[in-house]
């Protein structure tokens, strides 16, 4: 087992009252080429599902379709939050965010143009709301940002940068830093531990350092997952920097049995 980080420490005093939230790809699961292989660490399930048994509350918020998301993660108990919050799950059905719904003939709209325009990457459909453009076995036919951008106007979309790929989603205020805050207004927290390592996780961190000014008794630890890919912006922000999925597993995994 491994040692708690001392900045954990303060996590453990009373599990009731803690959180464990955090992103998928490159945080619980290794990045691959195919989105669809994706698949968390055996080592990171293991952890989730201790945490599960011994916190408050479980959460796993991703880019993806919640579909996805429970049937990779196959761990009950966690909340499982998809597209960056516009889909969740409750009472076991998947809920799509109303604001979103309109969308749905656009993004399937958006899909068909992606393939055609860029016939040579890897066009992933995320569900009803959402598609990614991915460059991660192509990366010298990589678009300029510039035409990325220009493409998510053209439809009246969302775009988002991530690790070598670029998504695009109908246009909300719904991001992860605001299902963050939902989660800490509905349930009793007093100590988090947040982590993840692309942009669109850095508004998580964001509503913690919110969550924290409001009350200097709360406790929230950001962890940011690094690699060649992660932004600055996110480690800097980060209490504590790992290398990859397979340490965070090991920090989750030492939280859980401390608790």
Known sequence: MARLYAGLEPLKSDPETTAVIVDFDGTLAVIVDQPEDSQPLPAARSALKELVAT????????GR?????ISALDVSGVMVFGQYGLERIENGQVVVDERAQTSIAVVAEAQLAAVK???D???EHKGDLALGVH??????RAPEPGDLKAFGAQFGLESLPGRMTWEFRPVSTIDKGVVVADILAQRKVRSVLCAGDDV???PMFAALNRWEQEDPTRVAVRIGVNSEEAPQALLDQADLVVSGPSELAEILSALASAC
């Open 135 to 140: 460059w991660r076995t192509t990366p010298d």
């Open 117 to 119: 325009k860029w016939p």
């Open 121 to 123: 990457l890897l066009i």
């Open 65 to 69: 379709p919640v579909e996805f998301l």
């Open 55 to 62: 916190v408050g509350t479980v959460a796993v918020i991703s």
């Open 200 to 202: 669109g996780d850095i």
